[in-house]
């Protein structure tokens, strides 16, 4: 049998829709979208923990040629910013803003506000995707989050939903997980998207440290918890 190779070269990710876990914890959020996509106006995409929104965002605009998606480049001031996202959204009829997780630079506020302006003026649909609290945003920008239709997304829950999500993950790092590694991850980790996903990116590091396999080191490193136990 062919071994799995580590190369020591981190490929993009590739966002298919094939990719996608549609959950429970989605569904509204996903028939929210799609009335967006039909129906248009401002869209706030959120959600309680990590739940995917990046990876559903990115494989709707590879499914649907009128929608734009953007990401923060965080190395460029307000300005830059938005004469960067407005380029980049120009040939799109629908527009999305992908922003990480957490407190939101001002920067990034004050480039966000103008693209829900140069949005209104344009008549363009506009989707923000972001898990924050709008309530530590500058009040102009707060307020338009306030009236914007809201659509929560939730992370997984049941163990089925976990492994297909562990196994998108790791088709996202290109490689695979035999299904003994992914329930060694539900067996000696808590069953939260966070931390496993955590446990994938540690995974991740140390295969290409140690030159191995993700699964090789996952047998290593269930005889060491074995061993611990005996202790």
């Known amino acids: 049998?062919?071994?799995?190779?580590?190369?020591?070269?981190?490929?993009?990710?590739?966002?298919?829709?094939?990719?996608?876990?549609?959950?429970?914890?989605?569904?509204?959020?996903?028939?929210?979208?799609?009335?967006?996509?039909?129906e248009g106006g401002n869209l706030w995409l959120t959600s309680t923990d990590i739940a995917g929104k990046t990876h559903l965002l990115h494989a709707l605009a590879a499914e649907h040629p009128a929608l734009g998606v953007v990401a923060a480049d965080d190395e460029l001031p307000a300005p830059q910013q938005v004469q960067q996202w407005l380029e980049r959204l120009s040939p799109f009829p629908?527009?999305?803003?992908?922003?990480?997780?957490?407190?939101m630079p001002r920067p990034k506020g004050i480039a966000l506000f103008h693209l829900f302006e140069r949005a209104r003026e344009q008549h363009r649909p506009l989707l923000l995707a972001w898990r924050g609290d709008a309530a530590t945003l500058p009040p102009e920008l707060s307020s338009r989050l306030a009236t914007m239709l809201r659509a929560e997304m939730a992370p997984?829950?049941?163990d089925g939903d976990l492994?297909?999500?562990?196994?998108?993950?790791?088709?996202l790092r290109q490689w695979q997980l035999p299904d003994e590694a992914i329930d060694l991850?539900?067996?000696q980790l808590p069953r939260q998207l966070p931390e496993l996903?955590?446990?994938?990116?540690?995974?991740d590091r140390s295969s290409m440290e140690e030159r191995q396999r993700p699964?090789?080191?996952?047998?290593?490193?269930?005889?060491?918890?074995e061993l611990w136990r005996e202790e």
């Open 94 to 103: 629908w527009w999305a803003v992908d922003l990480p997780a957490g407190p």
């Open 1 to 38: 049998m062919a071994r799995q190779q580590r190369l020591e070269l981190r490929l993009p990710p590739h966002y298919h829709y094939g990719d996608w876990v549609r959950h429970g914890g989605v569904e509204a959020a996903c028939a929210r979208l799609a009335l967006w996509l039909i």
């Open 156 to 158: 997984p829950q049941s």
């Open 185 to 187: 991850l539900l067996r």
């Open 215 to 225: 699964a090789r080191l996952l047998q290593q490193l269930n005889r060491q918890i």
């Open 197 to 203: 996903l955590a446990a994938l990116d540690h995974l």
């Open 163 to 171: 492994r297909a999500v562990l196994r998108s993950a790791a088709a």
